[in-house]
């Protein structure tokens, strides 16, 4: 392997007169390790780009999230204090009998005030688990332009037989290529279960765009620990 790297390194120092000049059995010697050198160097890049892509996108919408969450924070926390006097009306089960609850409640909170917080919350609300997802999905588009490429061009390979995870690489790798708009069909066993809801629709349709986001941060984390290689790469094997 070192003299191979040698090759390609005086390969690519070398000039074309240079290489033409050269003995045969050194200029093929040349021409074979420059190649197989080459396709390794930029398989390994083209990974690297790839999680730098994806890592600082995820990273940016979770500061919009925050930025904007903050920005709320007063709207928010008017919805606390309102909640504040429901709930010490609901609780008081010694002075408030059942019956009286939703009167009580009026008299702290006019019900068009409750109802136009209502309103409000929904606006307000985010996912249980406070996920950016809602922000992530606005940059597919941007996914778009390069992952199909991506998943074209990079042989995935896992020594899990039947890798789930595997299975769903070669079914948007076919998807992409008959450039299907239908994904429900599309293998889920690889999805975790944070994101299971996200993608997973009911009547057992799947929402492509998070699919194939859950999909690629998947293929990420997977080369990271080492459950997926690379063929013709160098730092993924």
């Given at each position: 392997?070192?003299?191979?790297?040698?090759?390609?390194?005086?390969?690519?120092?070398?000039?074309?007169?240079?290489?033409?000049?050269?003995?045969?059995?050194?200029?093929?010697?040349?021409?074979?390790?420059?190649?197989?050198?080459?396709?390794?160097?930029?398989?390994?890049?083209?990974?690297?780009?790839?999680?730098?892509?994806?890592?600082?996108?995820?990273?940016?919408?979770?500061?919009?999230?925050?930025?904007?969450?903050?920005?709320?924070?007063?709207?928010?926390?008017?919805?606390?204090?309102?909640?504040?006097?429901?709930?010490?009306?609901?609780?008081?089960?010694?002075?408030?009998?059942?019956?009286?609850?939703?009167?009580?409640?009026?008299?702290?909170?006019?019900?068009?005030?409750?109802?136009?917080?209502?309103?409000?919350?929904?606006?307000?609300?985010?996912?249980?688990?406070?996920?950016?997802?809602?922000?992530?999905?606005?940059?597919?588009?941007?996914?778009?332009?390069?992952?199909?490429?991506?998943l074209a061009v990079i042989h995935f390979r896992s020594d899990?037989?039947?890798?789930?995870?595997?299975?769903?690489?070669?079914?948007?790798?076919?998807?992409?290529?008959?450039?299907?708009?239908?994904?429900?069909?599309?293998?889920?066993?690889?999805?975790?279960?944070?994101?299971?809801?996200?993608?997973?629709?009911?009547?057992?349709?799947?929402?492509?765009?998070?699919?194939?986001?859950?999909?690629?941060?998947?293929?990420?984390?997977?080369?990271?620990?080492?459950?997926?290689?690379?063929?013709?790469?160098?730092?993924?094997?």
């Open positions: 392997p070192n003299r191979v790297k040698l090759l390609a390194r005086q390969a690519r120092q070398k000039s074309n007169w240079d290489i033409k000049r050269a003995d045969p059995s050194q200029r093929w010697a040349l021409l074979a390790c420059f190649p197989h050198e080459s396709l390794r160097d930029l398989t390994d890049q083209a990974i690297e780009i790839q999680m730098q892509l994806i890592g600082r996108i995820f990273r940016r919408t979770e500061r919009k999230r925050d930025t904007e969450f903050a920005a709320q924070g007063q709207t928010i926390n008017e919805k606390v204090l309102l909640l504040k006097k429901i709930g010490l009306v609901i609780l008081d089960e010694n002075d408030v009998p059942n019956s009286e609850v939703r009167p009580r409640i009026y008299q702290h909170v006019p019900r068009e005030q409750l109802a136009q917080a209502v309103t409000e919350c929904e606006t307000l609300a985010r996912p249980a688990d406070f996920n950016a997802l809602y922000y992530t999905v606005r940059s597919y588009p941007y996914f778009r332009q390069f992952t199909p490429g991506f899990q037989k039947g890798d789930p995870l595997l299975e769903a690489i070669k079914f948007a790798r076919r998807a992409n290529a008959e450039d299907r708009a239908d994904w429900d069909d599309a293998p889920a066993d690889f999805v975790p279960g944070p994101w299971m809801k996200q993608v997973s629709l009911k009547a057992g349709k799947i929402n492509r765009r998070l699919y194939e986001l859950c999909l690629l941060e998947c293929i990420i984390n997977a080369l990271k620990s080492g459950r997926l290689w690379v063929e013709h790469s160098r730092d993924y094997v």
